[in-house]
Each structure stands twice: as C-alpha cells, then as structure tokens.
C-alpha cells in the first residue's frame, strides 16, 4: 500500500477526485478526513491499491501527471521516524548551568554499548566523560564539536535502536528536534525552579520547592546522609545545606539562593531517593514558615520509596508496666515522643527498629515534632530498668533474698539476638561492587612483580624532610612512588593509555589515581599532571584529597578520570598484593611493604643490608603486551633506585 506522510497545521483538509486518480469508477467525490494533530506529523493513506500510481506535492497542490488532483495547506514535507531516543545534555557538576562540547567519542553510525563513553563535556569544574547507560546506534550528531555554552536539557544527539534506522536521521536537524521536545524535566535542571502550588485549592505563601540534583553524571538515586541545618534556619548563598550520598562519593549540597528552611521533606537516611524529588521547601519570609508546618507533597515529583516498615513488636513495654515502679519509669521517659497513643518515625527508623528489635517507644525521637530518625535508632542504647523484671518472681512473702537474686539475670540480657546482623549496601558500595565486578569479568588481567631498593629512596627523604621542616612539609614514600610511576608512564606511554573498544587512547598526561580507604569504601582522588609536579606538591595534593575523601567532601571532578592507580597497602604489612584495573585504565601499581634483606655485595662481608619494596602492576593484556609492561616496571625501578634521575 503506498503511503503518503504530510505534516499538517492544527487543521487540514485534502480533497481529491477519484477519477482523477486513476481509481476504480465511484460515483461521487472521494473525501479524506480531516486531520487535527498537537506534535508530530500527521499520516494519510489513499485508499487504493493501484499499481504505479505516483503522487507529487508541489506548492500547495498533489499533482498526478502534472495535474492537479488535489490540494492542502503548505506546510513543511516530514516523514515519519523510526523510533528514537532524544539525549540531552546533562548535570554533570552540581553547578553547571552551561556546556561546551569538547569532542565526540562517537560517529554517527557507531555502536554504542553500555558505559560507553559518546562524548567529552566541558563543565565549570573540569573536562567530564558523558557515559551511555543502555546499548543503541548513534543516529546523529545535533551539537558539533567546539560547541560553547549548551544550556542543560539540550538536545545534544538522536540514538537508535538498530543500525538499519541510522539513515532515517541523515537530514535531521536541531531545529527538528527542538520543535517537537517536550519540556525538560525538572529533574535535569541543576537549580530548582519554583513549582506550582503543591495543594489544589490551598494557597502557600511565595516558596522555592529544592528538588535532588544530579551530582555525578551517573548518578540516578541519593541518600539523604545528614541535614546540616533544622528548619527556622536562615539560609545564605553558598551554605551547605546537606550531605547525600550518590553512587560515587557523599557530596554537600550548597544553597544557591537565601531564604529560611520551612520544611524538610525527605528525612536524615532516607535511601534511593530518585532524582528531581523534592527535598525542601525555602521561603522569603520567616513569617512565612510556619504556612508550611503541616505541607504534605502532592505534586508530580515521586515521593522517597517508603521502606518496608514491619509492624514492631508491642511485646516488649506491656509486661514492663506492671512490675516496680522503678520499670514503668523507662516508659514514661519517653511518653513525650507519643501524640495520641502514635510514635512518629521515620520509615528508615522503623525498618532499623524492627530488624534490631527495638521497641519505638522506648526510644526519644530528636527529630521535628519529636519524629524518631536513623539517628536515633542507631544512638539507642536500651534501658536498665527491664533488669529488674525477674524481681516479681521472687515469692513476696520472703523480700529478703530478693535482693541479690537480679544479680545473675543480668548476663542472659545483655546476649546478643540471632546469629548475624544484615549490613545495608551503600550506593558508593554498589558501584563499586560493580566496576569491580566489571573489570574481572571484561578485562584480561596478567601480573608482574619485582623488587626495588630502596635505600637511596629513604635517605634522599630523611635529608628533604630535614630541609623543608621550616615549611611544615614531610615527604612519604608514597610521594616518590607517584612520581616514579608518572615519569615512567612518558617513558613508556602504552602503559598510560585506555581501552575505548574502537581505539585505544594514549594520554599525553600523567594523572595518577591513588586509592585511598573510606569508612564507605575505596575511592581513587586524582593527583593531576604528576608528571611535573615537584614532590612537596603531589605531597600536599596527596593530603588534601585523602583528608577530604575521607570526610566524604570529594567533588566528582577529583575523583573521576585518571590515566594511571597507585595502590599501596605497604603501611598495613602487606608484603604484596595484585590490584584490579579501574577501567578504562590500562594499568594499576599494587605496591607492599618494605622489608630489611641481605644482598650480595662486592665487601669485606660479601653481603650488604637493604630495604626491598616488592611491587606488582596489573596490565590490561588488550593494551600493554607483556614487554612492554616490564619495560615499564624496569623504568619505574631505575627512578626509585636511583632518585636523582627523576630530576633530570
């Protein structure tokens, strides 16, 4: 059946003869329907099956050997599209409002797999990779390389399902698409916008509703970890608000506008909250606070998933309310947290409670209006009192020997309940459960080792620490392996390189990735251009980042990227250890300890004392041969065992 696609105005008519078509003989005119359409093109079909029938459009008119059979309102030609996914440009920094386009990774026709990276995007922070999270084809390219300032929620590309739909879009264009995009979420705006009114029918004084951003570019769900500031409290620009935990650090949350705090929505540890739920609400006034005590969200915006939250037990402050007066006291303590015979607790605190078995009444809530948080559940230390229950079973007629009797109950108290406790899986944990998970699985790891003295390390270090203690700098062993491993990476630069799956990237920079420990997990800050940084430098670099990545204040362009790791357990003992690549590196330096050995020696002893540090690099086989990563290890050893060199 031939098929005719029009795009149409609001309202079009089309009318036709028959006859003039060449169609089997009816009598009467032969009308099409009239068509309305809000977005996207319109279709209409002829409803005939007529062989060779060829229809043009031309100013207006249809022409059928170059007559006029009918006639529309002129519009623009659009045929239909296959299905399409439209890729806007994202938050990849909590304050990047603009983007400029550094260069595609992508052609159009390309493959794309999952974690891919399509393009490279300047924001206000740094130079950010913008990962694909599904497989497709790259369609078309709608913003060119060298693109300055991009606002956020542009359409930046059109990806596809199957490479045979690629050639749909080859005359696609931006203007295309903007016409037809529907309004960018607020979820992707980096600064919320003021929504409207929450309550149908309800009127709230002038108030800015503060949706969850995306503060990596991977990020999808957060945690709300901490509020650093109770509702009442004046906000200024550039306050941290609160601290969530996305999938790759806890980031701070800074306020961009001042108001006051009027309402909190989403409470300490709420898990999964998706992106563009509301957080909070900031008004003007603080005479206008108290308009939000009782807000309740009734927007479009998901409220945070609830967690399971088990009935808990009643059991437990039943039985403590008729023995001594002195049990019925703990009850009474926390009488206050009840409103109507209610304990009001947050879901993350109830699901804790249950699974901890603690009773909610027990415990004095410190959130607002007496709410029981996370906090709470987890300062929770339970009450004497219930000690002295075993005391009513003593006989009353003999109160005497009563008195030492609670002494030994005391022990079976105190015993832990069941035999394992469930640890909840942090999103850091998550992702790097995956990426790790990810590297064994795709990436074929081989090892090698060897040993470096280094005995001229450590007394070059003894006398610069002795030099530079005027200016409160101490140098480690770690400073000189990552000066080392950077100026090993320009002598052999296949071992500073990354898997791209199309080609294999060889950087011109040496940025090194040392992993650090956080109570949270491993994260990698960046020590960037090792390579010409002196010693004192990467030293101060090294400290800054570890104190901030363990405070969880990391910002995502100091810990994503990196060309080459350092990861060192010397400090713990470790002799040695192999390392797992983070992809798309190609090579990660596991480094041990240090250790006193005797070596032969051209003396009077013929031995000689010396400390060896054994190293092992993990090489990603796709990337670095064989040779050339023990070429590399050999560098790398030259510049220990001779560390006047890393001067020259």
Request: charged share 20%.
């Amino acid at each position: 059946m031939l098929r005719l696609v029009v795009r149409m105005r609001q309202s079009a008519t089309v009318t036709r003869s028959c006859t003039s078509l060449g169609l089997r003989s009816e009598t009467g005119p032969c009308q099409l329907r009239r068509y309305h359409h809000s977005r996207g093109p319109n279709r209409i079909r002829p409803l005939s099956r007529a062989s060779g029938l060829q229809i043009q459009f031309s100013r207006g008119r249809v022409l059928h050997d170059n007559q006029i059979v009918s006639s529309y309102h002129q519009s623009h030609r659009f045929y239909a599209l296959p299905p399409h996914q439209k890729v806007q440009l994202p938050a990849l920094s909590p304050t990047m409002q603009l983007g400029t386009i550094a260069r595609w990774e992508k052609k159009e026709g390309d493959k794309i797999n999952e974690g891919d990276l399509i393009a490279e995007v300047e924001t206000d922070k740094a130079t950010v990779g913008f990962e694909m999270l599904e497989e497709c084809y790259l369609a078309k390219i709608l913003v060119p390389e060298g693109t300055r300032d991009v606002p956020l929620g542009s359409v930046i590309c059109i990806t596809v399902d199957s490479a045979d739909q690629v050639a749909a879009f080859k005359d696609y264009t931006l203007e295309m698409a903007t016409a037809s995009a529907p309004p960018t979420p607020a979820a992707a705006a980096p600064t919320p916008a003021p929504p409207p009114p929450a309550a149908p029918g309800s009127s709230y004084p002038p108030h800015l509703k503060i949706l969850l951003p995306a503060l990596s570019p991977t990020m999808t769900m957060g945690t709300v970890q901490r509020w650093e500031k109770k509702v009442g409290e004046k906000l200024s620009e550039g306050d941290l608000l609160a601290e969530i935990e996305t999938d790759k650090a806890t980031i701070g949350f800074e306020v961009q506008e001042e108001g006051y705090l009027a309402k909190v929505m989403i409470p300490e540890g709420t898990r999964d909250v998706p992106l563009g739920t509301p957080l909070c609400i900031i008004v003007e006034n603080e005479a206008d606070i108290k308009a939000f005590a009782d807000y309740v969200e009734t927007g479009v915006a998901a409220p945070p998933p609830p967690a399971p939250a088990p009935a808990p037990a009643p059991a437990a402050p039943t039985p403590a309310a008729p023995p001594t007066p002195a049990a019925a006291a703990a009850p009474a303590a926390a009488a206050p947290v009840k409103k109507g015979g209610r304990v009001f607790a947050s879901p993350l605190a109830k699901k804790l409670a249950a699974e901890k078995g603690i009773d909610l009444a027990q415990v004095a809530g410190t959130g607002p209006d007496g709410r029981v948080t996370k906090k709470d559940i987890e300062s929770f230390v339970p009450p004497k009192a219930p000690v002295a229950a075993p005391t009513p079973t003593a006989p009353t007629p003999t109160p005497a020997p009563a008195a030492p009797a609670p002494a030994p109950p005391a022990t079976p108290a105190a015993a832990p309940t069941g035999t394992y406790t469930d640890i909840p899986i942090s999103n850091i944990r998550k992702v790097i459960a995956q990426r790790l998970l990810q590297s064994k699985q795709t990436i074929p790891h081989y090892y090698l080792s060897v040993d470096v003295n280094m005995e001229q390390v450590l007394g070059l270090r003894k006398e610069l620490n002795e030099e530079a203690k005027a200016d409160n700098i101490k140098l480690s062993v770690n400073d000189f392996i990552i000066k080392a491993s950077a100026l090993a990476c320009l002598k052999v630069p296949e071992a500073n390189s990354s898997w791209m799956d199309t080609v294999i990237r060889q950087n011109h920079v040496v940025d090194v990735s040392v992993a650090v420990s956080t109570p949270t997990g491993l994260i990698t800050p960046i020590v960037f251009n090792a390579h010409i940084k002196g010693l004192a430098s990467i030293s101060k670099d090294v400290s800054s980042l570890a104190a901030k990545a363990r405070d969880g204040k990391l910002q995502p362009h100091e810990f994503q990227g990196g060309t080459f790791t350092i990861s060192n357990l010397g400090m713990f003992g470790i002799k040695n250890f192999s390392a797992i690549i983070n992809p798309p590196q190609a090579c990660i330096l596991a480094v041990g300890g240090s250790e006193k050995r005797l070596l032969p020696a051209d003396n009077e002893k013929g031995f000689d004392v010396a400390s060896m540090m054994s190293v092992t690099l993990s090489c990603d086989h796709r990337v670095v041969d064989g040779a050339v990563g023990a070429q590399w290890l050999a560098e790398f050893r030259k510049f220990l065992e001779r560390p006047v060199t890393m001067l020259l």
